[in-house]
C-alpha cells in the first residue's frame, strides 16, 4: 500500500495530467484550491492547524482524481469542512459555503451546483475513501517550534527567523512539498531558508552532540544540502510566478496581488546545483499571504497573527481553540503588535553578500533520495516497550 | 482507470448523474468494500451503530467485528463522534487497547442512492467482561482476577499518555479473547485532552460515562477533567470481579451520588478540598456524616488485603488524589503472591461467546436505560467453535 509521499515522476502523472492537464496548469489549480481553503479558514477563524489539515487533503485527493472531474473549489470546501471536524474546530457546512459564496465570483461558483451543500456532502464520502480516512495529518508548524526552541543565539533575530519561517510554511501549503517530504524535512528547510535570508546563522544548540555538523541532525538524519535546496526553491518558485492573465480562469481576488516579474536567477539547473544564496534579495517578491489588513482588522487567524508575532519561544500564552484537537497546537501569542510585517519589505538588503560565493562546508553524505526518504520510519520507536507516545509530553 | 467518464475538456465537471456513475465505478485503491466479510451474527450496540461479527471470506479462520457507522440524520455528513473514534484508534496501537483492522464500505448503488455505508472492522475478541462475569460458570482464580487488572491498567496506562480519554469504562466494554488477552473498546466516547496549564481549563462535556461508573466529578458537574475518571471506572470494574455485578447501581444522577457517599464516605470540603466549587455541588444533595466503608464493605468479596488497599486507592472522591494507572500499575497487589496468571487456560474451558448483549436477564436492566440497546433478531450461528448465543 502506497503511503502519501510521492516522486516527482508520479506528481507530474497524476489523474489529471492523464486527462490532458498540463503540469503548469494542476500546480496553478493546487495553488488555487490551497490559497482558497486558507482564505475560507481565515476567515471563518479557524486555526492553522484545521486549515493545513484541509490543504493536505486537498492536494492528496487530486493523486486520485482529476481537477477536470471535481472542480477544485467544491472539493477545496470539502476538505476544509472535514478538517474541521477531524481538528475538533467544527463549522457547519452551509457556513462554509457562505464563504465560499462570497469569495468566489459567480463563473467559479457555478461548479457547486444546484444544490451545494449536496455537493459538498457527496464529495465528503468521496474524500473519505480516498485518503484512507487517514485523518491524522502532521504539519511543518509543530516542528518548526520544537525547533526553534533549541537553537541558540540572537533572540531577536532567532524571533525573526521563525516568523519568516512560519510564513514559507505558510506559503508551502500552495505547493506540492506535503506530497514529498514529512513535515520534520519541511520545517527544516524552510527554516534553513529563513535562516539565510533574515541572517541568522545557527552556530549553537541545546543537545549539541560531536557528530552534529548541523542543527538538525539532531532531529532528521541524512539531509542533504541539495534536498534542502530543492526544498526551498519549490516555496520561492511561487514567488515567481506571475499573475495569470486571463481574468476568467484567475484565482479568487483577494488571493492575489499582481507579483514582481519573475527571479531570473531562479532558473535553475535540473542536477540541484544552483545555490539559494544565489537569489537577489532584491528580487525577492513578497510571500503570497501578505495582504496588508488595516490595523484596525489584523485577523486573528494565527497564519496572519504569526506574521506579524510569532510566539515568543520561552513561554506560551494560552491557546484560543474552543476544543483542542489531539495535537495540541502550538500555543499563539497573544494579539500581535499592528506592526508591519517585516517579510513586506522584504529581508534586509544585505543579507545575501556574506554568503554569495559562500557555500557551507557541507558535503552530500549521500546522494539526494528520489523516493520517499528514509528519514523516519513512520512507526516511531515506542520509548519504553508496549507504549508509543504520540504527542511530546508539553 | 477513473478517467473513463471524462468528457475531454478540461472544464467540464460532471454532474450529479455521472458523479454517481463515477462513484460506483471508481475502484477506491484504500477503501475495500465489506462484501469481503461474510457477516455473522449481530453481537452488540456501540455509541454509534450496529456491531456484527463477520468472517474474512478470503481467510476463514479470521473473524472480526464490524461496526457499523449510522449516517441517517446526519446534517452534518460523516459524524464527527465517528470521526473522532476513527482517528483515536488509529492513533493507539496497544495489546490491550482493540485493534481497529480498517474502515470498508458498500459499494455505491442506485440503490443506496449512491450513498456507502461505512464500517470499522476490529479485530474479533470472543468475550466481553460483563458477559464472562455474569455467567456463574466462569471463575476466575486471584492470579487471573490480577491478570485482568494488570491488563486493563496497563490499557489505560497507554492511552492516557497518549493524552486520550475513554469515557465510558465499564464491564462491557473490557474485551477479553479466547487466549486471554484484554482489550479495551468502545472509544466512541473517547477524546483527547491536554495538560491545561497555560490556564485554560477545559470545558468538556460532563454528559458522560454510564451512570453507574461514573466518578463523583462528572456527576457534580467538573468539566475540566482527566484521566482519573477512568480510573475510577477501573476502580467499579476491579469491585466487581469479585462481587460479579456492578457495585453501585443507581437510577439517577442524585441516587449514584448517594450510593458513592454511602460508599465512599461523604462529599465535602475536608474530603475533597475545592469539591465546593463544581457547578452542581449546591445543587445536589449530598448526605453528610457518612464513613467511609470501602475496605468494611468489599472485604467479604475481595478478601485478599492487597487487592482492598488497591480498590480503596482507586475509589478515591478526590480525583486529584485518586491513584493513577502507573500508581496503580506499581501497587504490592500486582507484585505478590499469587502473581498475575494467564487466563487463556480457564478460558478454553467456556466455548461460547460471552457479551454483555448476549447474556440473559442479568444486565437487561442496565442494557436498556443505559444504552437503550435492542434485543438482536439474527439467529444463532456456529463457527470455530464459539457458538454465539443471540436471543
Redesign the interface.
Known sequence: ?PGWYFDKKELRNT?SA????DYK?EMRYRKEGARFIIDTGMKMDLGYNTTATGVVYFHRFYM???F????RY?TACCCL??AG??E?T?K??KDIIKIARNLLTDQKFV?F?ADPKEE???L???L?????????VEHPYQFLLKYAKCLKGDKTKLQKMVQMAWTFVNDSLCTTLCLQWEPEIIAVALMYLAGKLSKFEVMDWVGRASKHLRWWDMFVEDITMDLLEDICHQVLDLYSQPAPKSPSDSPPPSATKPHSPPIQSTSRQSNGSEKIAHISPESLPPPLNTRIPPPSEVPQFPYQTFTHAPPPLTS????SF???????PP?MAGPPPPVAPPHLAGPPPNVYPPYVGHPPPFTPVVPPPTGPPPYFSNGMPPPTP??????P?? | MQNNHHSGHPNSAMNMREKEKYIENFNFPFCEESSKYQKLAKIGQGTFGEVFKARDISNPKKFVAMKKVLMDNEKEGFPITALREIRILQLLKHDNVVNLIEICRTKASAANRYRSTFYLVFDFCEHDLAGLLSNVNVKFSLGEIKKVLQQLLNGLYYIHYNKILHRDMKAANVLITKNGVLKLADFGLARAFSNNKNGMPNRFTNRVVTLWYRPPELLLGERNYGPPVDLWGAGCIMAEMWTRSPIMQGNSEQQQLTLISQLCGSINPQSWPGVENLELYKKMELPQEQKRKVKERLKPYLKDPYAIDLLDKLLVLDPSKRADADTALNHDFFWTDPMPCELGKMLANHTQSMFELLAPARRATQINRHHSMSRPTTSAVQDSGYQDRVF
Open positions: 500500500m489523474p492523464a486527462a490532458g492537464l496548469t486520485f482524481h482529476s477536470q472531474q471535481f472542480p467544491v469542512f472535514l471536524k477531524v475538533e467544527p457547519k457546512c461548479t451546483g459538498v456532502m457527496t465528503e464520502r468521496i473519505l475513501q480516498t485518503i484512507k480516512f487517514d485523518l491524522q506560551y500564552a494560552p491557546v474552543a476544543a483542542p484537537p489531539v495535537n495540541t500555543p508496549g507504549h508509543r507516545q504520540y504527542y509530553p508539553p
